[in-house]
T-cell receptor, first 112, second 113 residues
């Protein structure tokens, strides 16, 4: 069964620090890798996504890095803030199906 | 993006009963999905709701337990049938826009006693 492996499971960062979450994927139908942010009691919200034409995408403090040869992609949160404390999920397109496979999630806590 | 609402937002149910969850989208969409998220866990796809045809279920999920309706391009329902405490979870509706992009509703928090 196709999987997306996400690490770490949990992460504690001091305010102002850099949070880094990594994902590794198996073969996918196409290259599209979104990250979702979920706060307690809320549904997941699309945070940022990358397509194959670039190796890095930046939106504000959030950056996705993509390494196609290694089949890995990562989320970097610069200048992490307590308001970033949430669970983050990476995802990848499933082979042969119009659906996404999600990683296990990373629970991020940013301490003041 | 799309604005997605779900009803109810939460419920407490007795075992053996059924609950129908509604998902409403503010625009017509081709792809609608139903997910389950158990406490502290990732998202597991239950089925893809197809307008005008039977839903497509993932391995481990069956129509008798999770019947789905999709009467039009803006609405879908998921029923959790003959519930047991193991069905306690968050149930999420999502829609697919612009190909692979998916947007999620706020979820329905279900507790089965």
């Amino acid at each position: 069964q196709q999987q997306v492996k996400q690490s770490p499971q949990s992460l504690i960062v001091q305010k102002g620090g850099i949070s880094i979450i990594n994902c590794a994927y198996e073969n996918t139908a196409f290259d599209y890798f979104p990250w979702y942010q979920q706060f307690p009691g809320k549904g997941p919200a699309l945070l940022i996504a990358i397509r194959p034409d670039v190796s890095e995408k930046k939106e504000g403090r959030f950056t996705i890095s993509f390494n196609k040869s290694a089949k890995q992609f990562s989320l970097h949160i610069m200048d992490s803030q307590p308001g970033d404390s949430a669970t983050y999920f990476c995802a990848a397109p499933a082979l042969g199906y119009n659906k996404l496979i999600f990683g296990a999630g990373t629970r991020l806590a940013v301490h003041p | 993006s799309a604005v997605i609402s779900q009803k109810p937002s939460r419920d407490i149910c007795q075992r053996g009963t059924s609950l129908t969850i509604q998902c409403q989208v503010d625009s017509q969409v081709t792809m609608m999905f139903w997910y389950r998220q158990q406490p502290g866990q990732s998202l597991t796809l239950i089925a893809t709701a197809n307008q005008g045809s039977e839903a497509t279920y993932e391995s481990g999920f069956v129509i008798d337990k999770f019947p789905i309706s999709r009467p039009n391009l803006t609405f879908s329902t998921l029923t959790v049938s003959n519930m047991s405490p193991e069905d306690s979870s968050i149930y999420l509706c999502s829609v697919g826009l612009a190909g692979e992009t998916q947007y999620f509703g706020p979820g329905t928090r279900l507790l089965v006693l």
